[in-house]
């Protein structure tokens, strides 16, 4: 066998995602109905509520302040960090369910709870933290 054979050669397609506003606030609301909740103790709204609940925010260009729940730590989350968030979850493979669809569209409805928590814990803090 030479050495060519044995050597090998990485590629990382570029995949684009499309998400609506409707699939940003589905997301936020599997995160913070029982996503986060292993780790996040309370989502603070920052400013006014834009929409009806604090899962509306982060669609409308608000903020949450995301409070641990173990200790005074928080961290800010808005709609570049989560659109981050949601490119590092698909870089990394960890769309499990197959919820990017081959039009670019986000299938929501492969998106539980561990998948909404992977696609926060991104968001803040470009990997997974809390396992």
């Known amino acids: 066998m030479s050495d060519k054979s044995k050597k090998t050669y990485t ?32 989502a603070e709204v920052v400013g006014e509520y834009l929409g009806e609940f604090a899962s509306d925010q982060i669609s409308r260009g608000g903020k949450l302040i995301l409070h641990d729940a ?13 659109l981050t968030g949601v490119k590092l979850w698909l870089q990394n493979g960890d769309d499990q369910y197959h919820a990017l669809q081959k039009d670019g569209t986000i299938d929501c409805c492969q998106i539980d709870g561990e998948m909404a928590d992977l696609i926060i814990q991104y968001a803040l803090f470009g990997e997974v933290v809390f396992g």
Not at 12 to 33: F, H, N, S, W, Y
Not at 71 to 81: I, Y
């Open 70 to 82: 173990e200790s005074d730590d928080k961290w800010e989350l808005d709609l570049d960090k989560f």
């Open 11 to 42: 590629v990382r397609p570029e995949i684009e995602a499309k998400l609506t506003g409707q699939d940003i606030d589905d997301i936020m609301v599997c995160a913070l109905e029982g996503g986060i909740t292993g780790w996040c103790c309370e």
